[in-house]
């Protein structure tokens, strides 16, 4: 009987011994991991970088009197509130533009130049606009009073 327990005793002991041994092996094998695993986050980081110039590349937007259109060079120049900008533009917008147009444009920089995302021209938008306000005008007759009916 003593030497059945002495052997479970043994067998039990070498089972722990085992066990810690795996269990520090694995610790020292997860560092290997993890320094492993950077490898992709370093490719994560490009797209970052992707997602940084693209957060550079920002669409603005300027409003104001066209000064000068340049057919040589595809660009045209507002006048802004704050000064003037110059904005690469195509062979359409080019066309329907001309200096005096009042226009509200929406542009991005890359490499120090302006390019036109659009260009809309304010004219015909405000001749809309004007036929709305006389619409408006009749809406604001004022409403009969409500009678009560007997009894309340």
């Keep these: 009987m003593k030497k059945i ?5 043994a067998v039990l002991f070498v089972f722990a011994v085992a066990s810690v041994s795996i269990a520090a092996e694995e610790k020292k094998a997860a560092p290997a991991k993890k320094e492993a695993a950077p490898a992709p986050a370093e490719k994560k980081a490009e797209p970052a970088k992707k997602e940084e110039k693209k957060a ?3 669409v603005m937007s300027v409003s104001g009197e066209v000064a000068a259109v340049d ?7 507002v006048k802004g509130k704050k000064a003037d900008v110059v904005i690469a533009v195509d062979d359409k917008t080019l066309a329907d533009v001309k200096a005096g147009d009042n226009v ?11 390019t036109a995302k659009s260009v ?3 004219a015909a938008a405000a001749k809309k606009a004007e036929p709305a306000k006389e619409e ?3 809406a604001e007759k004022k409403a009969a009073p409500v009678k009560k009916a007997p009894g309340y």
Aim: charge should be positive.
């Design 136 to 138: 408006a005008a009749p």
């Design 120 to 122: 809309v021209k304010k």
């Design 104 to 114: 509200t444009a929406k542009y991005t920089t890359a490499d120090g130049k302006n």
């Design 5 to 9: 327990i002495a052997l479970i005793v």
């Design 71 to 77: 057919a040589a060079a595809k660009t045209i120049t």
């Design 56 to 58: 550079a590349t920002k």
